[in-house]
């Protein structure tokens, strides 16, 4: 058989973490994560993490369709979550700017943001190397019989270099606290 099956990989758990711009991230994967950051808390599994990317192409044809060049531009990024908690981290990106007692016409924040998904001993973690800003993506529904989800969705804004995330790993043949590759 062709291939490696212990680089394909079956999240069996995950966070997402959120802080301020000038919250200190982890020096590894294996450092956790300061009080300056908040945790979402329970996500919905079967959602995950979706990606998307959107990019403008534009492909250039010289006479007698023979394809030259091809342009790229304004790529955009983003990554949805659904959260399952009404804690004081959601409400602070559902409703940025409110109160515990009044709700404002939300304005999204700049955040920095941690996606962290585990698999046994291997773990990644990718965290915003600029900023992200929230949404909510679609309705939040109340009911008796289904649990309240409130869908996310990240729009991730890159370094000036171009960098989206910074990426923390192990690879899974490493016992937990026995170091990590970033």
Excluded: C
């Excluded at 294996?30 to 945790?39: C, E, I, K, Q, V």
């Excluded at 192409?57 to 060049?69: E, P, Q, R």
């Amino acid at each position: 058989m062709a291939g490696d099956p212990t680089k394909a990989s079956l999240w069996t758990d995950a966070d997402v973490y959120v802080g301020p711009l000038d919250a200190e991230n982890p020096d590894t994967v294996d450092d956790p994560f300061s009080a300056d950051w908040g945790l979402v808390g329970l996500l919905d599994g079967d959602n995950g993490f979706g990606k998307t990317r959107d990019e403008d192409v534009d492909d250039k044809y010289a006479w007698g369709g023979i394809l030259v060049k091809t342009s790229r531009a304004h790529f955009k990024l983003t990554k949805s979550f659904t959260a399952l908690e009404d804690n004081e981290t959601t409400r602070s990106l559902i409703w940025p700017g409110s109160t515990d007692t009044q709700l404002i016409v939300p304005r999204p924040q700049p955040v920095k943001v941690a996606f962290e998904t585990r698999e046994g001993a291997k773990v990644k973690r990718l965290i915003t190397a600029q900023h992200a800003e929230i949404n909510v993506d679609g309705d939040i529904t109340e009911n008796e019989t289904d649990l309240t989800a409130y869908t996310l969705v990240a729009t991730i804004f890159p370094t000036s270099g171009k960098v989206l995330f910074l990426r923390q790993f192990t690879d899974g043949t490493v016992p937990p606290g026995g170091g990590g590759g970033a």
